[in-house]
């Protein structure tokens, strides 16, 4: 009879084949519907960590009427969402203007559950720079 211990730790996440993925939608763009710009949907067998998610936001050129605008990091679970980061604002008739927004925690992303990169704008002329970031590492379940 063969005898076994089970005081074996499991090996941490990042030692279980860890992978990076890296979600990054960085231009310039005019006024526009809601518009999915990257996503990552995490395998079966697999669970995820979202490390850092980022939005930064700069009017480049001034809308000539104000509405309102966003862009979002979010996490999708069926029917169920989470916003990561998000930044939901008017445009602006002043140029520079800037907002930023960075995730706070490292929620864990389970099999079938997506991450999304989003941004809208229903103002009238302008342009915004958007630059919208997550690193996500997957690692066995």
């Known amino acids: 009879m063969k005898v076994t211990s089970y005081a074996v730790a499991r090996p941490a996440y990042y030692d279980r084949n860890g992978a990076t993925s890296v979600l990054v939608y960085s231009a310039t763009d005019v006024p526009h519907a809601v518009i999915t710009r990257a996503t990552f949907t995490t395998a079966t067998g697999k669970k995820a960590y979202i490390e850092m998610a980022a939005i930064f936001l700069r009017q480049e050129t001034a809308a000539t009427v104000v509405g309102r605008s966003f862009s979002v990091v979010r996490i999708t679970s069926g029917t169920d969402i989470m916003d990561m980061a ?18 706070v925690g ?28 997550a690193k996500i590492t997957t690692f066995d379940a």
């Open 106 to 133: 490292q929620p864990t992303i389970y099999p079938g559950e997506t991450v999304i990169l989003r941004t809208y704008d229903g103002s009238t002329g302008g342009s915004i720079d958007y630059s919208l970031y």
């Open 86 to 103: 998000r930044i939901d604002s008017n445009s602006s008739t002043v140029v520079n203007t800037s907002r930023v927004d960075h995730g």
